[in-house]
């Protein structure tokens, strides 16, 4: 590397404190037509001023920037800002605002940790998108920046909580990876448009035991902080007897969740003897041609000869009935190939009648139990609605009741009470997931307080925007 001289001392901008000139080797002397940044080593023509190194300086080393916009005291006794201060982003303009927002807005709906913000790529993406924006600390995005998104966001879905008739809440625990506690609200609501609308109330940390009692009282702290005690709250949880006891103190109707209960009788009759036995001998052929790489090549080998989709062989999860089912599903797709791979010419063949079975359930609604009403306006409603035709399984039974909603005063007011409960806790469940992708064993230390703000954020900021 050639060396390089200082600037004479009669240059007294501190952007020289970056730059130098190369001695031409030739000549014996310092060549002064041109100068060399110390950091990167560029050439750039000089002319007597220092534009093109302060552009330099501002495109590929913000970083130096702090150091070398030293303001100038001016002969009227006030500082001048530098070039590099007049091209610099407020941090309080509405635009250096908006991209911090985006910024916590992108943290929370893509679980990014905080430190994204000093990472190496991030912060180059931003200097091409704005290269005047400087982006604030991981503390303050963690402090400050997701905090205030919470609260803007929060208040906007009180708001729209505040307008509806009935919410039903549903409610489940979970431990993280750092064997903290949490316990997940969620509410679903019909709004005015006959929209149904489900959010994340609240992950929060529960330190008690969980038993019924520290439960209803949690529920009860969850209604009152949102301000919906007195939306005719409904319960949905699994079919543990702490949330029975929870729903009875809290004296919320109490809706058991119909997956859970699906699950317990499905695993039930998975346990009979005859279908424990055939589950477990297609268990055992899955787990064969998952472990063994031959009998894996061997199976691929016989699906593209049988023209079969290269479909996997499922394994069941003993916690989810459904999976037993996706299991012998998939089993019977791949039976030829896998037959054939173990030598055997045995070819079964299913098929599922459950399309069939559930419409015509619904499309046969010729017969509908006459409800008796005192009122006579109610009476002629109820026998009006009898006699409408039934609905489609492609169609929204909630859009029906919104074109509808004049035609039924009365019972489009039930709708509204009572199609906004779900029929399982599953969405408070699901919401685990989520939370083991931000509680993750790199980001164990997260305070019980940003998992909530990230949690909430994550799942309700496209409700809000």
Not at 44 to 57: A, E, L, R, S, W
Request: some cysteine; proline content about 4%; aromatic content about 8%.
């Amino acid at each position: 590397m050639d060396k390089l001289h200082p600037a004479p001392s009669n240059l007294k901008s501190t952007v020289w404190q970056h730059f130098g000139f190369c001695e031409d080797k030739e000549k014996g002397v310092v060549d002064k037509s041109h100068t060399v940044c110390k950091v990167c080593r560029a050439k750039f023509k000089y002319f007597g001023n220092t534009t093109n190194m302060k552009k330099h300086i501002t495109r590929f080393h913000s970083e130096l920037q702090e150091r070398t916009s030293v303001p100038i005291a001016s002969s009227a006794g006030f500082t001048q800002r530098t070039l590099e201060q007049v091209a610099k982003l407020p941090s309080n303009s509405e635009k250096a605002k908006r991209i911090t927002r985006s910024v916590a807005g992108f943290i929370a709906k893509d679980l990014r940790p905080y430190c994204v913000v000093e990472n190496e790529g991030f912060r180059s993406m931003l200097q091409v998108l704005e290269p005047r924006y400087s982006v604030p600390s991981r503390r303050y995005f963690s402090d400050t920046a997701i905090p205030a998104l919470y609260r803007e966001t929060k208040a906007q879905i009180l708001e729209s909580i505040s307008n509806t008739y009935r919410i039903a809440i549903t409610c489940d625990a979970w431990t993280s990876i750092s064997t903290d506690s949490y316990v997940t609200i969620t509410a679903h609501y019909i709004t005015d448009e006959f929209k149904l609308t489900a959010c994340v109330l609240q992950k929060r940390a529960m330190n008690e035991s969980y038993t019924g009692t520290n439960v209803a009282e949690l529920l009860q702290s969850v209604a009152n902080e949102w301000k919906i005690a007195n939306k005719n709250l409904v319960l949905v949880t699994d079919n543990a007897s702490n949330m029975a006891i929870a729903a009875q103190l809290s004296k919320f109707p109490h809706v058991r969740c119909y997956a859970h209960t699906l699950n317990l009788a499905s695993q039930r009759a998975l346990k009979l003897p005859a279908v424990s036995r055939l589950l477990g001998r297609v268990r055992r052929i899955v787990t064969f041609f998952h472990r063994s790489t031959t009998a894996k090549h061997q199976l691929e080998e016989k699906q593209k000869q049988l023209n079969l989709p290269s479909h996997k062989l499922k394994s069941d999860v003993i916690t989810r009935w459904n999976s037993a089912y996706e299991m012998l599903e998939r089993f019977i797709e791949q039976q030829p190939a896998v037959c054939a791979a173990l030598l055997s010419p045995e070819v079964r063949k299913g098929s599922s009648l459950l399309q069939c079975l559930l419409g015509q359930t619904f499309s046969d609604a010729s017969v509908t139990p006459h409800h008796q009403s005192a009122h006579a306006i109610a009476e002629e409603e109820m026998t009006r609605y009898l006699g409408s035709p039934p609905l489609s399984l492609s169609e929204d039974p909630l859009n029906w009741w919104h074109v509808n909603k004049v035609s039924f005063p009365l019972l489009s007011k039930m709708a509204k009470r009572y199609l906004c409960i779900p029929a399982t806790s599953v969405s408070a469940e699901r919401v685990f997931s989520t939370a083991g992708d931000i509680v993750t064993a790199q980001r164990s230390t997260l305070t019980p307080e940003h998992v909530d703000q990230l949690l909430f954020l994550h799942k309700n900021l496209n409700l809000a925007i």
